[in-house]
């Protein structure tokens, strides 16, 4: 299971667009809250959620997550964090639109409270944000730990 995340990883990086924007030191830092730990889950794989594809509802998760999930090592958490804070506005609602994502991240602070999420549509190519990541105001989200 450890091999399928990893090549997750790889797969996220490579359908990703460029950090053109991070490397001039102009790109927002998301999610702009203080986080422990990153666990990757499975989830909505029977497609039953049409529409309703937040990983996390309520604070908690939904239940169609695959159980335990996998917690990142911190230089992986570094690279998603690298790919998710790039220039993600096109990706999204999806370059096909379909968005039927499958994959979750999540993000936990010290105390297991579950603080964001990004959930992506291998599909598609598209990627959402919970807290939403907005590009079109000028927010200065604070260094998350790690």
Not at 3 to 17: A, D, E, N, R, Y
Not at 36 to 64: E, F, I, R, W
Request: glycine share 6%; aromatic share 12%; charged share 20%.
């Amino acid at each position: 299971m450890n091999k399928i995340f990893t090549g997750l990883l790889i797969v996220v990086q490579s359908s990703m667009l460029t950090l053109a924007a991070q490397k001039k030191g102009i790109a927002p830092v998301w999610p702009g809250i203080e986080y422990s730990y990153v666990k990757v889950y499975l989830y909505n794989l029977d497609n039953q959620l049409y529409g309703q594809y937040q990983p996390v509802k309520n604070k908690k998760l939904d239940a169609t997550i695959i159980e335990p999930g996998l917690e990142l090592p911190a230089p992986h958490v570094a690279e998603l964090l690298k790919i998710l804070n790039g220039d993600t506005r096109l990706l999204n609602e999806g370059l096909s639109k379909c968005y039927e994502p499958h994959h979750a991240f999540i993000f936990y602070d010290e105390k297991e409270n579950i603080v964001a999420s990004a959930d992506v549509c291998f599909l598609c190519q598209g990627v959402r944000f919970y807290p939403s990541k907005n590009y079109y105001k000028a927010i200065k989200y604070s260094t998350a730990a790690n």
